[in-house]
């Protein structure tokens, strides 16, 4: 059975950092994704890394994120991470991880197949 299992969320003040987790069991998968979702709000893409992605992989990032958030992964252990940095009060939201194998820039929650339980970001002061 597929699992996967996020930590890392909290409280943060703006311009603070956080780090998630996201470890998967089971099997591995040809795309790895965060979305996020605020309260009254649809669920959005925030970032992904595909195929090659415990070796090697390409990333994309919503606009939103871009310049301020990294998405890398652990290979020996399964895990996709999402540094999160300067990080301000728009960035609250339950935070989800995601997984899929399909191939190519994948940014619809449609096209993701298995997700994580989401962690909680907050950032305020």
């Known amino acids: 059975q597929v699992q996967l299992v996020e930590s890392g969320g909290g409280l943060v003040q703006p311009g603070g950092s956080l780090r998630l987790s996201c470890a998967t069991s089971?099997?591995?998968?040809?795309?790895m994704a965060w979305f996020r979702q605020a309260p009254g709000t649809e669920r959005e893409f925030v970032a992904a890394i595909n195929r090659g992605f415990w070796s090697g992989g390409v990333t994309w990032y919503a606009d939103s994120v871009k310049g301020r958030f990294t998405i890398s992964r652990d290979g020996a252990k399964n895990t996709v991470y999402l540094q999160m940095n300067s990080l301000n009060v728009e960035d609250t939201a339950v935070y989800y991880c995601?997984?899929?194998?399909?191939?190519?820039?994948?940014?619809?929650?449609?096209?993701?197949?298995?997700w994580g339980q989401g962690t909680q970001v907050t950032v305020s002061s």
């Open positions: 089971g099997r591995t998968f040809n795309t």
């Open positions: 995601a997984a899929s194998d399909l191939g190519g820039r994948r940014k619809n929650i449609d096209d993701y197949a298995s």
